[in-house]
């Protein structure tokens, strides 16, 4: 099994600032990743898939970049309802995809 | 619109089986590879099993020969078929739409673009 590890766990962040969620892969995964969010009681929603493409309806503030084994989530200006919990997920190893641990994104 | 509704979740003793639905709206379900993904309590996300456009069907190793997805074209519904639950079977169960990709070079990838909103099963005696 591919293992994905999220890096902070969770962190704490004002309104505008600049968030960056790190995801690592186990083996090479090329750009097969995608990020979603989810806020409590809610599913996860779709943010970024094959590692840097929005998905519709996403605000531009959301990024994803890398390839390989490391990747970035950025968040360019954090606003009120950005504060959720973060997901990677790998797709190389289809069907049996697997997910990061997820990060927190608190208010500070 | 696109819309999936899930449904069949409760409490169950260890041993007991469950059966989920989704019902999806605004596209077809056989045209479609439908995963399910489970949630434990504070936890992350797992996937659960995948059920192909074609009628192929995957699981994952903590499920397999207890979880059985399908689905009824006529309803436009998925399911899943839960036997010998456990404990650790407690969780979130989400039916997701899976947004395929397909590499001419490499093969098939996939994410997940449409979620339900969940339905808890509690195993517990």
């Known amino acids: 099994d591919i293992q994905m590890t999220q890096s902070p766990s969770s962190v704490s962040a004002s309104v505008g600032d600049r968030v960056t969620i790190t995801c690592r892969a186990s083996?090479?995964?090329?750009?097969?990743l995608a990020w979603y969010q989810q806020k409590p009681g809610k599913a996860p929603k779709l943010l970024i898939y094959?590692?840097?493409s929005l998905q519709s309806g996403v605000p531009s503030r959301f990024s994803g970049s890398g390839s390989g084994t490391d990747f970035t989530l950025t968040i360019s200006s954090l606003q009120p309802e950005d504060f959720a919990t973060y997901y990677c997920?790998?797709?190389?190893?289809?069907?049996?995809?697997?997910f990061g641990g997820g990060t927190k994104v608190e208010i500070k | 619109e696109v819309q999936l509704v899930e449904s069949g979740g409760g409490l169950v003793q260890p041993g007991g089986s469950l059966r989920l639905s989704c019902a999806a709206s605004?596209?077809?379900?056989?045209?479609?590879?439908m995963s399910w993904v489970r949630q434990a309590p504070g936890k992350g996300l797992e996937w659960v099993s995948v059920?192909?456009?074609?009628?192929?069907?995957y699981y994952a190793d903590s499920v397999k020969g207890r979880f059985t997805i399908s689905r009824d074209n006529s309803k436009n519904t998925l399911y899943l078929q839960m036997n010998s639950l456990r404990a650790e079977d407690t969780a979130v169960y989400y039916c997701?739409?899976?947004?395929?990709?397909?590499?001419?070079?490499?093969?098939?990838?996939?994410?997940?673009?449409?979620w339900g909103q969940g339905t808890l099963v509690t195993v517990s005696s």
């Open positions: 083996q090479g995964i090329s750009s097969w």
């Open positions: 059920i192909y456009s074609g009628g192929s069907t």
């Open positions: 997701a739409r899976d947004k395929l990709y397909y590499d001419i070079l490499t093969g098939y990838y996939t994410w997940f673009d449409y």
């Open positions: 605004g596209f077809t379900v056989s045209s479609n590879y």
């Open positions: 997920q790998q797709a190389n190893s289809f069907p049996q995809v697997t």
């Open positions: 094959a590692a840097s």
